[in-house]
Each structure stands twice: as structure tokens, then as C-alpha cells.
Nanobody
């Protein structure tokens, strides 16, 4: 019903930057909060950043001041600008969206993930 497709991952040196994108498509009445999570090898998935429908943002302490989440409602897209990247930021990054399919039906959806590797 709803698909989330991430892009923008890759290999970057420490101190570098990447911009992730996640486009939602399908039977969408309204997109509520959108989030970025990440999962490093051998670790649990962790919440990185959240942006509400009103563009209020929240960040994990580990990325505050380095990452910026934003959204373009006209394009059903959420972004994650990642600056000053560190090796510990290496993970698969997942997009999550809370979507109203109708006025009364709400679901959570996940993207397939995009790999971010920070290494020299």
C-alpha cells in the first residue's frame, strides 16, 4: 500500500558528509511523523532523528549538532543531512513513516535500508 525508498548511502571518510533521502509513495492520505533509525552490526536498531508533521525535530544525543532531519511534504520525502561523520556512525539507516491511509486507518511503514560506512 505504501512504499518507502531510501537513497544516498555510501562510503565516506571520517569528517565527511552524506545526505540520505526517503521517498514515500502509494495510497497516502497523510504522512504524520517520519523518522530515521540505524542499526550497526551486532547492535539493536536505534532511533536517530524524528520530524513531526509540523516539522518539530528531535535527535539522539549521539548525533545532535551533526545531523539534520527535514521533510518536503509536497514530495512525500524526508531527508537526513549527516555532517562530521564518525566511524561509529557506520550502520544501515532505515526510514520510518507513520501514515494515514484514510482518515481513520494509520500504519507504520519501513524502508529497505541504505548502508552508510564511515572509514578511511
Amino acid at each position: 500500500q505504501v512504499q518507502l525508498v531510501e537513497s544516498g548511502g555510501g562510503l565516506v571518510q571520517p569528517g565527511g558528509s552524506l545526505r540520505l533521502s526517503c521517498v514515500a509513495s502509494g495510497s497516502i492520505f497523510r504522512i504524520n511523523s517520519m523518522r530515521w533509525y540505524r542499526q550497526a552490526p551486532g547492535k539493536e536498531r536505534e532511533l536517530v532523528a524524528t520530524i513531526t508533521s509540523g516539522s518539530t525535530t528531535n535527535y539522539a544525543d549521539s548525533v545532535k549538532g551533526r545531523f539534520t532531519i527535514s521533510r518536503d511534504n509536497a514530495k512525500n520525502t524526508v531527508y537526513l543531512q549527516m555532517n562530521s561523520l564518525k566511524p561509529e556512525d557506520t550502520a544501515v539507516y532505515y526510514c520510518n513513516a507513520n501514515v494515514n491511509l484514510t482518515r481513520w486507518i494509520r500504519r507504520d511503514y519501513w524502508g529497505q535500508g541504505t548502508q552508510v560506512t564511515v572509514s578511511s
